[in-house]
């Protein structure tokens, strides 16, 4: 059983910092893609930033130069550092990962996702 279990988040005011933190646990052999999803009211899921094994990141747009996502392959988590916030950051984060797992000899790939962390900026 794989779980990933998300820290952090909360009410900031617009301009300052928050840090998210996700910790995944469980029967894995490797974590091939991890990061961040959010969604805001009405809006559909969208990727944040994400690093994959090896250490290549990607980033929205929106948060290029405000936003650092990083890996811990030793601890199995994610964490997404956000500077500069602002009120169009407001949304639910999600950690997600690609985990590869041998089953019965088989190896797999799933991907996973956290429960969700609420992440609010007031202007």
């Known amino acids: 059983q794989v779980q990933l279990v998300e820290s952090g988040g909360g009410l900031v005011q617009a301009g300052r910092s928050l840090k998210l933190g996700c910790a995944v646990s469980?029967?894995?052999?490797?974590?091939?893609?991890i990061g961040w999803y959010r969604q805001a009211p009405g809006k559909q899921r969208e990727l944040v930033a994400s690093?994959?094994?090896?250490?290549?990141?990607q980033y929205a747009d929106s948060v290029k130069g405000r936003f650092t996502v990083s890996r811990d392959d030793v601890k199995n988590t994610v964490s997404l550092q956000m500077n500069d916030l602002k009120p169009e950051d407001t949304a639910v984060y999600y950690c997600?990962?690609?985990?590869?797992?041998?089953?019965?000899?088989?190896?797999?790939?799933?991907?996973?996702w956290g429960q969700g962390t609420q992440v609010t900026v007031s202007s």
């Open positions: 997600f990962a690609d985990i590869g797992r041998y089953v019965d000899s088989d190896y797999r790939r799933l991907d996973y």
């Open positions: 469980g029967s894995i052999f490797r974590i091939h893609d």
């Open positions: 690093v994959l094994y090896g250490g290549t990141t």
